[in-house]
């Protein structure tokens, strides 16, 4: 018979273990964060005007078109995400021929999609009182505080990724003027390199 | 003394399915194997020994051509794991007296 401590501690992990959604798709970072890049390029084009030597190309949008474009783009973004991230963790899931729907699957949803909503409510609320400048500070701090909450239940690197988040959405609350550049750290250049991590880590 | 060893779970691999299925409403075989890192005959002949107890209970489904086996405990398996989790814990505790 093993020590009775012994028996617990084994008892104690497994539950840990089996709890966690490991079908999350490094893939899908990758390109989440290759969108986020692209959205941000095209918001960077809107409000700084982009290349400006040709004559033929001289649109003049309102204020309220840029910012008009801006959310439809980001709201692009973050269907294609989400639509990338959910067939390819599937088709992960198939392949490995382990159930998608798990329990763990959905604690890790729950964790992650409490905070984000709230945050992206949140953020509504903030461009419709006129503070826009906030915005990408306000998305990146919940969107990390989502990851640190889920990376309980999925794999690990999942809760590094949200303190980076975390950072970038401080440095943003208090240099507004950065707030696109940190926007397109955090939410492309971080889950590019999350992503690849976790794909060459876990998925082949 | 409170609490009973239960023999079912002298075997590491069944001392781990049970845990798993403790927290989880269900567990298919091929995360069983992923997880617990065993050959699925070795696996299989675990499964089949606490079914076999009716500590658990087993479902067989199909997604698309693949089949898919699903675990659950039952309630008397839930009963005795609690007993052996009781049985561990007194021991630690008069060890420590």
């Known amino acids: ?204 | 003394m409170k609490g009973t060893y239960d023999k079912a779970f002298e075997n590491i691999v069944r001392l781990r399915i049970m845990s798993i299925l403790m927290v989880n409403e269900q567990f298919d075989f091929n995360s069983f194997k992923e997880i617990l890192e065993v050959t699925d005959g070795n696996l299989a002949s675990h499964l089949r020994n606490l079914e076999n107890q009716a500590y658990i209970k087993v479902e067989k489904t199909f997604v698309g051509r693949k089949p898919l086996t699903q675990y659950s405990a039952t309630d008397a398996g839930k009963k005795a794991f609690q007993s052996h989790l009781d049985f561990l814990e007194n021991l630690i505790k008069e060890n420590k007296s």
């Open chain 1, 1 to 204: 018979m093993r020590k009775p401590e012994q028996e617990l501690a084994e008892i104690k992990s497994m539950m840990e273990r089996s709890t966690r959604f490991l079908s999350l798709s490094g893939l899908s970072g990758v390109l989440a964060g290759i969108y986020a890049l692209i959205g941000s390029g095209m918001a960077w084009f809107w409000i700084y005007g982009g290349f400006s030597n040709n004559g033929m190309n001289a649109q003049t949008l309102e204020g309220k078109e840029a910012l008009h474009s801006i959310l439809i783009t980001a709201l692009v973004v973050l269907i294609l995400a989400l639509g990338t991230a959910y067939l390819l963790s599937q088709r992960k899931s198939k392949k490995s021929s382990t159930q998608f729907w798990s329990p763990a699957g959905r604690r890790f949803l729950m964790a992650l999609f409490i905070p984000v909503i709230s945050g992206g409510l949140f953020s509504f609320a903030l461009i419709h009182e006129g503070y826009f400048h906030m915005v990408a500070a306000s998305t990146l701090l919940f969107y990390g505080l989502g990851l640190i909450n889920a990376g309980h239940f999925t794999l690990s690197e999942i809760k590094n990724l949200g303190i980076g988040q975390l950072i970038l959405g401080l440095i943003a609350a208090f240099h507004p003027t950065y707030g696109l550049i940190c926007w397109a750290l955090g939410f492309g250049v971080l889950h590019v390199i999350y992503g690849s991590m976790m794909h060459y880590k876990y998925d082949r």
